[in-house]
């Protein structure tokens, strides 16, 4: 039978296992970028979420306390307009008092001119007075006299000298009444001074109280600019804070569509990731099945090396249960007890020490297998790493970022690698995964490991770590 030069030469099967194991491992790669890359995305729009629900929260915390401002505003815009329209009835009363006080100093400066005049008209009507008195006494003279000469005249002076007694008499009582006229000018008089005295007082009292007035309406003037000020800004600050409350009203709708969308997106999201994450435990699966097969890849010597490696522990772990070194409860402690003022967290088991002393001879000389490699440490069941390469075994210092780094013994590292590592108990597990170096920064590496059993019982597995 003729070849057909249209399909191609059948191909061995071990070179179809090697291309198969090749290829089931470069599509690991693959699939495990597309999962960093959705995981990152997962995080970014679930945080992207998480902001919108609070920003979807916030706004309508942000209506009730903007409905409440409104309020606020509005109230202080009526108080604001009360209290103008009061003030400008107080101004209005307070020019009314002005005008009065005006009148008040008006009226008291009259007065004072009024009572000078009095107290000349007083001082007339004294001399007028003193003059009558000085009559008065000249008439008693007279009279005296009068009496006197009728008394000479014997008989016949009789009744002159009724007459001279009745006018005696007279002048004695004018002057009396002179002396009681006088006397009541001088208290009208000093009345008057005191009068004086007081009404300067008051006028310049009622000269100070004008001033005050001027200088209170000119103050009120400059208080009802800044009032009248003050009711055009309030008022502009209600218009802004009505048409923010609508411009917000109008915007909470869009920002709940957006949150749907989001919610939606980040829903269909994390479906893909799920099948994603389906897929990568379907393209390790299928490494290791090519592997099983027979098929050789990159991954093979390794594989090889970390079958012996983790065999070796096995050996090593049954010989130090069996020469008493260690019993089989304390190999398989699992009360980890913290490290006191540890930063990260480290803990500690009953076999801690005991895999200190044995394990570092092992995992040191996996680092000499490939440059490639960058860590080799054996971890139990729950992901707990106590004996780590010397290069990440430091003791810790202060700052927690260099001991994440540095300080990566007596660890629990119980992420999904770190897991799957510690429970496989297939010949091997190959899993890809991404290393974050910081600043964003991710490189791929692969992680081999291979299940311990001591005394038939799952301890744990050996981690090889080697970057492509």
Same mark, same amino acid.
């Given at each position: 039978? %003729? ?12 070179? #179809? ?11 690991? =790669? ?47 815009? &009526?108080? /604001? ?40 008209? /007083?001082?007339?009507?004294?001399? #007028? ?56 000018? =001088? ?19 009622? &000269? ?6 001027? %200088? ?12 009248? &000020? ?17 411009? /917000? ?20 999201? %994390?479906?893909?990731? %799920? ?13 290791? @099945? ?24 096995? =050996?090593?772990? @049954? ?15 699992? @009360? ?61 210092? $202060?700052?927690?970022?260099?001991? +994440? ?9 119980? $992420? ?12 091997? /597990?190959? =899993? ?12 791929? +590496?692969? $992680? ?21």
């Amino acid at each position: 039978m %003729e070849h057909d030069p249209t399909f191609p030469d059948p191909q061995p099967a071990g070179i #179809s296992l090697d291309r198969l194991a090749t290829n089931a491992s470069a599509l690991g =790669q693959e699939v495990v970028d597309v999962d960093g890359f959705l995981e990152d995305l997962t995080s970014r729009t679930e945080v992207l979420l998480s902001q919108l629900k609070q920003v979807r929260e916030g706004t309508g915390h942000v209506l009730q306390m903007n409905a409440s401002v409104m309020t606020t505003i509005q109230d202080a815009y &009526r108080q /604001l307009e009360d209290t103008q329209s009061s003030f400008e009835t107080l101004i209005r009363t307070s020019d009314i008092a002005g005008k009065h006080a005006f009148s008040v100093l008006t009226w008291v400066l009259t007065l004072d001119s009024r009572t000078r005049d009095v107290e000349t008209v /007083l001082e007339d009507v004294q001399a #007028s007075n003193d003059q009558i008195a000085a009559i008065a006494s000249q008439v008693n003279m007279l009279a005296i006299n009068a009496k006197i000469e009728a008394a000479r005249a014997g008989e016949a002076g009789k009744g002159f000298s009724v007459v001279a007694d009745a006018i005696n008499t007279l002048s004695q009582q004018t002057g009396t009444a002179a002396e009681t006229i006088s006397d009541n000018i =001088q208290r009208l008089v000093d009345w008057i001074i005191r009068l004086q005295q007081e009404t300067g007082s008051v006028s310049e009292t009622s &000269r100070e109280l004008a001033r005050a007035g001027e %200088e209170v309406a000119t103050r009120n003037a400059e208080v009802k600019d800044a009032m009248d &000020r003050s009711v055009a800004r309030m008022k502009l600050v209600r218009d802004d804070a009505v048409d923010a409350d609508k411009a /917000l009203r109008e915007y909470t709708p869009q920002i709940e569509g957006t949150f749907g969308i989001i919610r939606e997106s980040t829903g269909a999201v %994390e479906d893909v990731h %799920e099948r994603v994450r389906s897929l990568r435990d379907r393209s390790e699966a299928l490494v290791q @099945d090519a592997v099983l097969a027979g098929g050789d890849s990159a991954d093979s010597r390794f594989i090889t090396d970390a079958k012996a490696r983790a065999h070796r522990i096995s =050996q090593l772990f @049954d010989t130090a249960v069996d020469e008493g070194r260690i019993t089989i409860d304390d190999l398989f402690d699992t @009360d980890y007890r913290p490290v006191p003022r540890s930063d990260p967290e480290q803990v500690v088991t009953r076999f801690t020490n005991f895999t200190d002393t044995v394990l570092p001879p092992i995992l040191e000389e996996a680092l000499e297998l490939d440059s490639k490699v960058t860590f080799c440490a054996a971890v139990d069941r729950n992901g707990y790493l106590p004996t780590h390469n010397r290069k990440f075994s430091h003791p810790q210092g $202060d700052d927690p970022v260099w001991n +994440m780094a540095h300080c990566r013994n007596r660890r629990i590292f119980d $992420d999904r690698v770190g897991l799957k590592a510690g429970r496989n108990k297939d010949p091997f /597990l190959l =899993q890809v995964y991404r290393r974050d170096m910081g600043g964003g920064d991710f490189v791929m +590496m692969k $992680d081999l490991s291979v299940p311990i059993f001591v005394k038939n019982r799952h301890w744990g597995g050996l981690r090889l770590a080697y970057r492509f």
